[in-house]
């Protein structure tokens, strides 16, 4: 955990200096600036005094920002570390590209101070709460992701976030197609092997360290994405969904097995004094109609 009196440690990746100055003398009085001119530096001081939080500019020599983050997002040390992009590049094409490699945000250049700090304390609010949903042990017992208690913090937290900022916010709710026959078939210890590998492959599959991958109960999963509209979310579901189908598991008589996931989709912008459970209510909505279709499918209505 961030000890009180500690400022959060901030990585800033960029090869043109004046850039480095201008973020290091924005951003100093409240964070413990570092800084590299290039991508090999970036990824080197990544690891070795792990920041809270990094800034990477996309347009930079080889290695380019790309390279960096796909590079940070592979690596066990590093992949929990949210990544700020920032760019010139005006294509929302670069910010999808971005977000989809794992990118916790985009900033286009030329970067505006108020909204910079913004997003900023929006990330290093989040290492915080990660760092004190670890000290409660906020975990689920037989999968290690998340469970019900630290969703249900979290969503209060972005939902605020959300409002505050206005910005989008995104949940996906999924269950495990046929769990009931699963276990009839398996027995209850295979079932749990199941989940086990279904919260593996979930927490595998969504990347970005803002994002939020969680146990609610039983065979049903909760996946909270930060700044994501319907269309990205859409995205996220299909390669939610693509995975799990590729998943398979062994069973004690060396048999593989394999599952399929209904997903209820609910995306929304929170206006103030909206209800934080608005978007589950839509999300569960969602999800009972993708089983009422027969499951394994994704609705968004």
């Keep these: ?139 689920d017992m037989l999968t290690g ?21 206005q910005l989008p916010l995104s949940l996906l709710f999924i269950d495990v197609d046929g769990f009931r026959e699963y276990n009839d078939q398996f027995g209850h210890p295979q079932g749990d092997e199941l989940l086990k590998e279904v919260a593996r492959t979930l927490d595998g599959t969504i990347k970005r360290a803002s994002d939020l991958v969680a146990r609610i109960r039983g065979k049903l999963f909760g996946v909270l994405l930060w700044n994501t509209d319907e269309e990205a979310a859409r995205v996220v579901a299909s390669r939610v969904q693509d995975s799990i189908a590729e998943m398979v598991v062994p069973t004690i008589s060396g048999t593989w097995t394999a599952t399929t996931v209904s997903i209820g989709l609910a995306a929304r912008v929170p206006e103030p004094g909206e209800k934080v459970d608005l978007l589950a209510k839509k999300a569960l909505g969602n999800l009972s109609s993708a089983r009422d279709r027969g499951g394994n499918r994704l609705v968004v209505e």
């Design 1 to 139: 955990m961030m000890p009180i009196a500690e400022k959060p440690k901030i990585l800033i990746i960029d090869d043109q200096k004046v850039n480095l100055e201008t973020l290091e003398q924005l951003l100093h009085s409240d964070y413990a600036i570092m800084t590299a001119t290039d991508g090999d530096e970036g990824i080197r001081m990544a690891l070795a005094k792990n920041p809270d939080l990094i800034l990477l500019d996309l347009a930079m020599p080889d290695p380019n920002g790309y390279t960096v983050l796909k590079e940070l997002k592979e690596s066990a040390q590093t992949m929990h570390m949210p990544v700020i992009i920032f760019s010139g590049n005006d294509d929302i094409d670069a910010e999808e590209k971005s977000l989809l490699f794992g990118a916790a945000d985009y900033l286009s250049k030329p970067l505006r101070p108020i909204v910079v700090k913004a997003r900023i304390r929006t990330q290093i609010d989040n290492v915080r709460l990660r760092s004190e949903v670890a000290r409660l042990d906020l975990s």
């Design 145 to 165: 992701i998340a469970n019900l208690r630290s969703f249900e913090v979290r969503m209060k937290i972005e939902w605020a976030h959300a409002v505050r900022e």
